[in-house]
Nanobody
Framework: VQLVESEGGLSQPGGSLRLSCAAS????????MKWYRQAPGKERELVAH????????IYTDSVKGRFTISRDNAKNTVYLQMNSLKAEDTAMYYC?????????WGKGTLVTVSS
């Protein structure tokens, strides 16, 4: 299993960024995919979750209405569109899948929101 996140980046408050995660080594279209983040000095938290066919999504309260998780099963890729970014969104963002009873993680990508 391999999960490779796109490069994050720097955004001003109120700006937008889009992350992607390319998956391989498993049948992507059969698995729930998740985005987590970890801010400096804080525990890793679940940001968003999308079911295998993309029909259902869940978000942590702090990003509801601002972030959108989506997936393209033909491309084995999951996305996280982040709008109206805030300083508190600054974190390492990780793609995740639970496969064969194990958690797999990408290496993470840094998102920095600062003026």
């Amino acid at each position: 299993v391999q999960l490779v996140e796109s490069e994050g980046g720097l955004s001003q408050p109120g700006g937008s960024l889009r992350l992607s995660c390319a998956a391989s080594g498993f049948t992507f279209s059969s698995y729930v995919m998740k985005w987590y983040r970890q801010a400096p000095g804080k525990e890793r938290e679940l940001v968003a979750h999308i079911t295998s066919a993309g029909g259902s999504t869940i978000y942590t309260d702090s990003v509801k209405g601002r972030f959108t998780i989506s997936r393209d099963n033909a491309k084995n890729t999951v996305y996280l569109q982040m709008n109206s970014l805030k300083a508190e969104d600054t974190a390492m963002y990780y793609c995740n899948v639970r496969y064969a009873g194990m958690q797999y993680w990408g290496k993470g990508t840094l998102v920095t929101v600062s003026s």
